[in-house]
């Protein structure tokens, strides 16, 4: 795969990526997308959640700070960008650790088109069915193969599903990536799984006809910038601070060289 024309393409279109998402991490998820070149939006309200969805090329749903009257918003966005035909990525934050918080994701699923469902192992495991919890909003341990997994949800929902962790996993019903870039430094580092879901959106929608491949070109390219900073960090502070600088200096060298995805 060329995963640099993935990061060309989104700094060529400057795709409009309108979020509902999580308010702890909301400014990073706006700068993220920022740093890659493209246009970050932010519109809860529900009055305008479907107007402003109506100007983006991609929709990004996050539910780590979820209420019932935020999930309405979501709803009202999604089929706007369901009538519009532009991709939507959830990422089902915190998915296994309330009832509440399962029962919301699958209401979103049911009632909008999603075109990427991310989540940690244990998040989307528990989406997918099976009898785990998850830790706040830190992986738990699943005990199952999560390549096959992703896979079966994948199909059975016909989407593309991402699981991240030290090995990403992005399976669409047909497809399986592999992408083993990153670093350990990124786990210590509040955001960065929010942080993944807004690059996936950002490279889904200036791609949005593979989003499986778009989606792992993005999670390389965001990782192999967190590789290059971690070797000039000295903590999870310059870290992040870093991260954002090489998201936005990456180049062809960096990505040919650097990227580790595999299909």
Not at 25 to 48: N, R
Not at 56 to 73: P, Q, R
Not at 126 to 142: E, F, P, Y
Request: proline share 3%; hydrophobic share 45%; glycine share 8%.
């Amino acid at each position: 795969m060329d995963v640099y024309s993935f990061l060309e393409a989104v700094r060529e279109k400057k795709p409009l990526v309108h979020h509902l998402t999580n308010w702890v991490t909301i400014y990073d998820c706006a700068q993220v997308v920022k740093s890659l070149g493209a246009s970050p939006v932010m519109a809860h309200a529900p009055e305008e959640a479907a107007d402003m969805t109506g100007l983006a090329s991609a929709l990004v749903l996050n539910i780590g700070t979820l209420t019932a009257d935020f999930i309405e918003s979501m709803k009202l966005a999604g089929r706007a960008a369901n009538g519009r035909h532009i991709p939507v990525v959830l990422d089902v934050c915190g998915a296994g650790a309330t009832p509440f918080r399962d029962r919301m994701s699958l209401e979103l699923i049911d009632a909008v088109r999603i075109s990427v469902i991310k989540g940690n192992g244990s998040e989307i495991a528990r989406i997918a069915g099976l009898d785990v919890r998850t830790r706040g909003v830190d992986a738990a341990d699943v005990g199952e193969d999560l390549r096959a997994v992703a896979s079966s949800l994948a199909r059975e929902r016909q989407c593309t599903v991402v699981v991240t962790g030290k090995e990403d996993i992005v399976a669409d019903p047909e497809t399986t990536y592999f992408v083993r870039n990153g670093n350990e430094m990124m786990t210590h580092v509040v955001g960065t799984g929010c942080m993944a879901a807004s690059v996936i959106g950002t490279f889904v929608g200036a791609s949005p006809q593979v989003p499986a491949a778009a989606s792992a070109a993005g999670l390389s390219c965001y990782e192999i910038a967190a590789e290059i900073a971690v070797g000039e960090s000295e903590g999870p502070a310059t870290f992040k601070q870093l991260l954002l600088d090489r998201i936005y200096r990456l180049t062809r060298g960096d990505v040919d060289s650097m990227q580790k995805v595999e299909q």
